[in-house]
């Protein structure tokens, strides 16, 4: 019977020992154990992101709207071996809500009421071409499809999304290229078959 409960006394403190240990060990090191992750993590990313050493200067442009209107700003920043995307709204209330097509197209040129390369009628930034296809790459997804842009009810909009489907001297190359909104977001559809609602040229960071 004493043995029986020494051991009930012997189970019930273990647990409590357990517990106590453990928060006191989270006590005593917060600091140590969270904050190193985060604070070496941006500095060095950015640092990455403009040495030419880890896949070249950043890339930009401005999307406008077929008016002018400047509609977003969008960073391609190289690093790793794939590109990460950033897009960002500078004026609410030019966008409709909701999912927006975005890709890089194969041309670099952003006219309003252009004729697309392959001919017909005219319209917004259609002289920019389709989606653009790396050199050697066919079929779905295309190498500039990237992530939709998702616009809350106000117009704005935030985007950052990664892809490994074209380097930095290929969006350069030849005729450029242009990074393209438009006005609807269908999976399946060739991009010729939406609106284009904004559009911009990639080139150097200013
Ligand atoms: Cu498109």
């Known amino acids: 019977m004493i043995k029986l409960i020494s051991a009930v006394t012997l189970l019930v403190s273990l647990p409590v020992m357990a517990v106590s240990a453990c928060s006191s060990s989270k006590n005593s090191s917060p600091q140590t154990s969270t904050t190193p992750p985060v604070a070496s993590g941006s500095p060095s990313s950015s640092v990455a992101a403009t040495s030419p050493s880890a ?11 077929p008016d ?7 960073a391609f920043e190289f690093n790793g071996g794939y590109v990460t995307v ?4 500078v004026a ?8 927006h097509g975005l890709h890089v197209h194969a041309i670099g040129k952003c006219e309003p009421n252009s004729v697309a390369p392959t001919g017909g009628p005219p319209g917004n930034f259609l002289s920019a071409g389709g989606h653009y296809q790396a050199p050697g790459h066919t079929g779905m997804p295309e190498s500039g499809d990237l992530t939709s842009l998702e616009v809350r009810q106000d117009g704005s909009a935030y985007l950052v999304t990664t892809t490994d489907a074209f ?3 290929q969006l ?4 450029k290229t242009a990074l393209m909104l438009h006005d609807a977001e ?8 939406m609106d284009r609602v904004a559009c911009g040229v990639i080139g150097a960071a200013s």
């Not at 896949?55 to 709207?65: D, N």
């Not at 950033?86 to 709204?89: A, D, F, L, Q, R």
């Not at 269908?186 to 078959?193: N, V, Y």
């Open 68 to 74: 002018g209107r400047q509609v977003a700003t969008a």
């Open 167 to 169: 380097t930095r001297d």
């Open 86 to 89: 950033t897009v960002k709204t």
């Open 186 to 193: 269908h999976a399946d559809m060739p991009g010729m078959a």
């Open 172 to 175: 350069l190359a030849g005729d």
């Open 92 to 99: 609410a209330g030019i966008l409709a809500p909701g999912f």
């Open 55 to 65: 896949g070249g200067e950043p890339l930009a442009t401005e999307l406008k709207a």
